[in-house]
Nanobody, 116 residues
């Protein structure tokens, strides 16, 4: 089983930046696809970004493309989400996920609030 712990959320003004971290434990994640999802109040959880096991390919939702960057450090079992040019509509709880052959684990989430 994989345990995921997100950190780095907080309150930031529009146009600002935050970097989220997701520390994995329990199993090595070097073979896992890792990702970030978010859920805003009253809305469904949505995909934000993902990165394959070796970091060579990243995928982004259209709404964050060009502003967010996902990366990973397998030696540290950590995945990052660098968020720049934040907008109020980015306000949500951000969740880290791991996926290995269809087995998906979720973290508890970290709140990101962007004020206008």
């Amino acid at each position: 089983q994989v345990q995921l712990a997100e950190s780095g959320g907080g309150l930031v003004q529009a146009g600002g930046s935050l970097r989220l971290s997701c520390a994995a434990s329990g199993r090595t994640i070097s073979s896992y696809t890792m990702g970030w999802f978010r859920q805003a109040p009253g809305k469904e959880r949505e995909f934000v970004a993902s990165i394959i096991w070796n970091g060579d390919n990243q995928y982004y939702a259209d709404s964050v493309k060009g502003r967010f960057t996902i990366s990973r450090d397998n030696a540290k079992s950590t995945v990052y989400l660098q968020m720049n040019s934040l907008k109020p509509e980015d306000t949500a709880v951000y969740y880290c996920t791991s996926n290995y052959r269809g087995l998906v684990y979720w973290g508890q989430g970290t709140q990101v609030t962007v004020s206008s």
